[in-house]
């Protein structure tokens, strides 16, 4: 039973154009929300969240979108760069945070 | 250093074996929290640290596994009897009360 769901497995994008990532997420009660960018043999880097009394957040090149009647979140990045390319995580919940499977973004210069 | 750190960051070892993986949080972060991440999946929740309080273990997939955190500060997981299954990496972050968490860059393990 997957709660947090990134249906698009790769995305590909040209350098200067908007990436914008998706997730899908089921349980109502989450009232907080992540993504995290992430590097081959790295960790997870936090990049932006957004809490469930907000519909936007944004820093920078950055914009998180929350839509909570459709239990939707996106990730919007403009203008995008080739060092954007990574596998970017969404995640949600409070303490205990249920993440995505990820979506593999490449920026093509 | 300011960040979290984990070792080993590699670990390579026969079935059946015990592993012990270590995580030292960033400074002054009262919570720590364990993952795995399968090959292509999302990261799985394994167990919560809080300050003082009893642990969150209701991510840990089998009695084999276990954790604990001394002192407030380091945390060691260990899977007791590996199994070929267990390969995955493991990640560990921390984080300040309702405050983003910071990961490690994992240990990533593999059963022979």
């Known amino acids: 039973d997957q709660q947090v769901k990134q249906n698009s497995p790769s995305l590909s994008v040209q350098e200067g154009r908007i990436s914008i990532l998706n997730c899908d997420y089921t349980?109502?009660?989450?009232?907080?929300f992540l993504w995290y960018k992430k590097y081959p043999a790295e960790g997870p880097t936090f990049l932006i969240s957004?809490?469930?009394?907000?519909d936007k957040n944004e820093d920078g090149r950055f914009t998180v979108f929350l839509n909570k009647s459709a239990k939707h979140l996106s990730l919007h990045i403009v203008p995008s760069q080739p060092g954007d390319s990574a596998v970017y995580f969404c995640?949600?919940?409070?303490?205990?945070?249920?993440f995505g499977a990820g979506t593999i973004l490449r920026v093509k210069s | 250093g300011a960040g979290v750190s984990q070792s080993p960051s590699n670990k390579v070892t026969e079935k059946g074996k015990d592993v012990e993986l270590r995580c030292d949080p960033i400074?002054?972060?009262?919570?720590l929290y364990w993952y795995r991440q399968s090959l292509g999946q999302g990261l799985e929740f394994l167990i919560y640290?809080?300050?003082?309080?009893?642990?969150?273990k209701s991510g840990l997939p089998s009695d084999r596994f276990s954790a604990e955190r001394t002192g407030g500060s380091v945390s060691t997981l260990t899977i007791q009897r590996t199994q070929q299954e267990d390969s995955a990496v493991y990640l560990c972050?921390?984080?300040?009360?309702?405050?983003?968490?910071?990961f490690g860059d994992g240990t990533r393990l593999s059963i022979l």
């Open positions: 972050a921390s984080s300040s009360q309702h405050q983003p968490q910071h």
């Open positions: 349980n109502s009660m989450f009232d907080y």
């Open positions: 400074s002054g972060h009262t919570a």
């Open positions: 957004i809490s469930s009394i907000k």
């Open positions: 640290f809080q300050g003082n309080s009893a642990p969150d």
């Open positions: 995640a949600a919940g409070g303490n205990k945070l249920v």
